[in-house]
């Protein structure tokens, strides 16, 4: 089963069109675990009733705000899944990416598994946010490679995770201070934890991009 961790926080305009893409999903054994982290507009409200119309919508609500590492280790702490992935509220998915990324690691028996990413502006992509040129495993040096940017971005988001690999590192508390980079401080963990890893070339994770957005460049790997 896998397990998708959802942290929104004033998610409203976009929250809708992310949930609807996860449940979209060719992957049938899947169940979506969406953190309201103490939102002020109607983002609580598109969740309820999406929760109302899909028994695999799991709405859990936070009566402050965490944060975004704070909001994921709420879900993470609900979720049930043997196998753990992450989306960003303003982001979506194409249908095909979790029974991309299961496969990968079925067939490999990596930890991890990660596909490439477009960028997108107005649900139309202007190009490459991560890419990899081939399907390949990669079961040396695991850590460095990533801590030398050889297997893509630090972020969550483009990534499917066998939950011993990402659970200890994803439940640690850190501080507010080292929100921005919380993406990188958990996949160090998880990247020191995984003996291999599995990339994906096809692009199936939609990263959005929003006026002043300072990601707007391409990732060169």
């Known amino acids: ?15 809708r069109h992310c949930v609807d893409s996860i449940r979209a999903q060719t992957h049938e ?9 103490a ?5 609580g409200e598109v969740l309820e009733e999406l929760a109302a119309q899909d028994s695999r ?6 009566p402050r705000n965490l944060g975004v590492h704070g909001a994921r280790r709420m879900g993470l702490s609900q979720a049930t899944g043997d196998l753990i ?26 930890g991890i598994a990660i596909c490439a990413a477009s960028r997108v502006i107005d649900r139309r992509s ?8 081939s399907a390949n495993l990669i079961e040396g040096d695991v850590l460095g490679r990533f801590c030398r940017l050889k297997l893509g971005s630090g972020v969550l988001w483009n990534k499917l995770y066998v939950r011993d690999v990402i659970e200890t590192p994803a439940m640690k508390e850190l ?27 096809a692009r199936v994770y939609n990263y959005v991009l929003h006026p002043g957005n300072a990601s707007a460049q391409g990732d060169p790997w």
């Open 29 to 37: 054994n899947l169940e979506i675990v969406v953190v309201d982290d």
């Open 126 to 133: 202007i190009g490459t946010k991560v890419a990899f040129r």
């Open 85 to 110: 992935g992450f989306v960003d509220a303003d982001d979506y998915i194409e249908a095909r990416m979790y029974s991309t990324l299961h496969g990968s690691l079925d067939e490999s028996g990596a």
């Open 39 to 43: 939102s002020s507009d109607g983002t």
């Open 57 to 62: 919508v799991n709405l859990v609500r936070s």
């Open 175 to 201: 501080e507010r201070a080292v929100d921005a980079s919380e993406d990188y401080i958990v996949n160090f963990g998880a990247f020191a934890r995984a003996s291999s890893v599995a990339t994906c070339p």
């Open 1 to 15: 089963r896998i397990s998708v961790v959802v942290p929104a926080h004033n998610a409203e305009k976009h929250i």
